[in-house]
């Protein structure tokens, strides 16, 4: 009988969880806007994936007329969802909770219950939007905003959660063009007393759920040395953990930094799960690349690199091979090696050191044969290089667009790598450079 008793209790445990999960995950609406589906798009869909949420995209079959998002503007936003709201109002409770995010350049960093619970726990409020330090687009404003001291004292409208009534009274209030500016929509309606007592509208601020980080940079801290499996944001200034980061206006490169870590993208443990997440298996159906051969300087053992581009264990008809020799020296060598190999890839060609072609120009010649031919990849090596027979693979296999090496002086800080740039493009020293350089991180 006590067995029995404790696994009825237990049961019912079991169920009244499960209960309180349906009730929060019933009637919770997720949506974003994204007409096109970008790098930026990609990682904001995996991160909703990672937590279990589910995200409609409105917009996806649509061309965006909302202009040029460096500017004001984004109104296609504000109708895209009016008409999707007015869509759910038919068919769900008015008390039915709606969270919207931008997704080229947001993370989601909980699942829904855990935002609907912070949501919640804001008194009187029943529309709650992101906040900023910046009064975005309307500078103007500013001094119309309630007096209050807060690090983030301006509605930011790349994410906002609230009750499905409200919600369709803010976006119903007045018309507006797929090129006016949606942040200022937003903030006029904020602005205005009356409704935004009316409509109970409040502001982020201390980021307990939405983190913006334009403006916010030293406010924010990536933490990945701690007992935690994964990394996460802190606000050390308001000592909250955001639940969604935002990389609004000019902090996008921070945004790509924290995505390397973030959404359970790498732990300590583990390392790089994102990569492992990203790689494929190649197929029969190989890609086709453009192996773009580099000779620019006078290079020992030259017959044993041209013979590891001959091995690559890659058809050579599914490589176009541009040869670039710079060396005198060596091209009665390299003349000889095209001669006779040439004929078994797809396409060869040469550039010789009498063509009297700089360096950029030979390297820009490779780019734009590969952009104007049926070329997938450009494989570009540099004959100081040694070569696998299985490098070729290997990168292709990586799921990545892009992947470089990275070449370090073995016990100094010295690298090509860049862990991160300046506002002007250059280089930048990035708070993980060192554990990059010395493979902590890898």
């Known amino acids: ?80 969802l009016k008409e999707k709201l007015n869509e759910i109002a038919e068919t769900s409770s008015p008390e039915t909770i709606v969270l919207f995010t931008d997704s080229y350049d947001v993370l989601f960093l909980a699942g829904v219950e855990e935002i609907v619970k912070r949501f919640q726990a804001f008194p009187n409020t029943r529309v709650l939007f992101s906040a900023e330090q910046f009064c975005w687009p309307d500078a103007k404003l500013a001094g119309l905003y309630p007096k209050i001291e807060v690090s983030s004292p301006y509605l930011n409208s790349g994410g906002f959660i609230g009750y499905l009534t ?72 308001t000592k909250q953990r955001p639940l969604i980061v935002h990389g609004n206006g000019p902090s996008k490169l921070t945004l790509n930094h924290f995505g390397n870590y973030l959404a359970k993208a790498w732990s300590a443990a583990e390392g790089c799960t994102l990569c492992n997440e990203k790689r494929v298996i190649l197929k029969d159906d190989l890609p086709t690349v453009m192996v773009a051969v580099f000779i620019e300087q006078a290079t020992p053992f030259l017959k044993e690199f041209l013979e590891q581009v001959l091995t690559t264990d890659y058809p050579k008809e599914k490589i176009h091979l541009l040869l670039r020799n710079n060396v005198e020296y060596h091209e009665t060598e390299v003349d000889e090696f095209f001669q006779t190999h040439s004929k078994y890839y797809a396409t060869a ?75 002007a493009g250059f280089y930048a020293r990035s708070a993980d450079y060192m554990d990059i350089v010395y493979r902590v991180v890898k």
């Open 166 to 237: 409200q919600l369709q009274a803010i976006l119903n209030f007045k018309t507006v063009s797929d090129k006016e500016d949606d942040q200022l929509y937003y903030t006029k309606i904020y602005l205005d007393k009356s409704l935004r007592e009316t409509l109970k509208i409040s502001l982020d601020h201390n980021s307990a759920i939405f983190q913006n980080l334009n403006g916010a940079l030293s406010d924010v801290q990536l933490k990945t040395n701690t007992t935690e499996t994964y990394p996460y944001i802190e606000n050390v200034v």
């Open 349 to 423: 060609k040469r550039i010789k050191p009498d063509d009297f072609i700089a360096e950029s120009e030979a390297r820009n010649i490779a780019k734009d044969r590969c952009v104007n031919s049926a070329c997938d990849y450009l494989f570009s090596i540099d004959s100081l290089s040694r070569l696998e027979a299985n490098t070729l693979r290997y990168l292709l296999s990586s799921g990545y667009d892009v992947v470089a090496p990275m070449l370090v002086r073995p016990g100094h800080a010295w690298s090509n790598f860049w862990g991160a740039i300046n506002s």
């Open 1 to 80: 009988m006590h067995k029995f008793v404790k696994i009825s209790v237990l049961l019912q445990l079991i169920g009244i969880q499960a209960l309180i999960k349906i009730a929060e995950g019933a009637g919770v609406k997720v949506l974003t806007v994204a007409t096109d589906e970008n790098h930026g798009f990609e990682r904001f869909m995996r991160s909703a994936k990672i937590y279990g949420i589910d995200v409609e995209v409105l917009g996806k079959t649509a061309v965006w007329a909302g202009g040029d998002m460096n500017f004001p503007g984004g109104g296609q936003k504000i109708n895209l």
